[in-house]
Each structure stands twice: as structure tokens, then as C-alpha cells.
């Protein structure tokens, strides 16, 4: 049984920082594109940054780049996120996903496994 398990998420002030991880069990992501979205409560599920399978090509949301760093471990089949310069308008929860192929993609339809999530609070 393939499962995605997010973790590193929590209570941060504004100008902190956070690593987000996710941990995939169950096959190889390897030779998948991976990515990391975003939602806030009554909104939709936004994208953040996604990293190819050799983790040669990253891409970000225009919101967090120069902040947030995509990396992979496919030796530990786990996916990154570097989170810094936080500010209250990255508060969400945020969710891992594998792409269907070995790019990756800025909408939902491209990937077809995710996490459960793990929540940012940043706040004062």
C-alpha cells in the first residue's frame, strides 16, 4: 500500500523557518516528479514548488520563491521542504504529492498520490 506521510509542520513566528518532510512507504518514487501544494480553510488546494525525478529541475510559486527550497532523497524515497523567511500568509496545510511521470506539473490532475497534510501556523 503506497502512503505519502508529511511531517515538520507547527507553530512558527513571522521570519522563522520550518522543514517540512515526506516519507513515502510502500514503491519507489524514484522515477516521479514530486511537489508540494498548499490549502487554506474554503479555499483551493494551491501549488508551492515541484522538483523533477533526478531533482535536477525545480520549480515555485512566484509567493514563495527565494524562500522555499524543493529537494529530494530518493535513497530515502523522502521529499523536502525549506521553509524560510516565514510569513502569516504561508499559514495552510500543506500536502506532498507524486506526479504520474517523471516531469512535473502546477495543477492537481498531474499528480495521483498525496499525503494526508501537516499544518503551518505562522504567527506571533
Known amino acids: 500500500q503506497v502512503q505519502l506521510v508529511e511531517s515538520g509542520g507547527g507553530l512558527v513566528q513571522p521570519g522563522g523557518s520550518l522543514r517540512l518532510s515526506c516519507a513515502a512507504s510502500?514503491?519507489?518514487?524514484?522515477?516521479?516528479?514530486m511537489a508540494w501544494f498548499r490549502q487554506t480553510p474554503g479555499k483551493e488546494r494551491d501549488f508551492v514548488s515541484a522538483?523533477?525525478?533526478?531533482?535536477?529541475?525545480?520549480h515555485y510559486a512566484a509567493s514563495v520563491k527565494g524562500r522555499f527550497t524543493i529537494s529530494r532523497d530518493n535513497a530515502k524515497n523522502t521529499l523536502y521542504l525549506q521553509m524560510n523567511s516565514l510569513k502569516p500568509e504561508d499559514t495552510a496545510v500543506y500536502y506532498c504529492?507524486?506526479?504520474?511521470?517523471?516531469?512535473?506539473?502546477?495543477?492537481?490532475?498531474?499528480?495521483?498520490?498525496w499525503g494526508q497534510g501537516t499544518q503551518v501556523t505562522v504567527s506571533s
Open positions: 510502500g514503491r519507489t518514487f524514484s522515477d516521479r516528479g
Open positions: 504529492a507524486v506526479a504520474k511521470g517523471p516531469g512535473y506539473f502546477s495543477t492537481e490532475p498531474g499528480y495521483d498520490f
Open positions: 522538483i523533477s525525478w533526478t531533482g535536477s529541475s525545480t
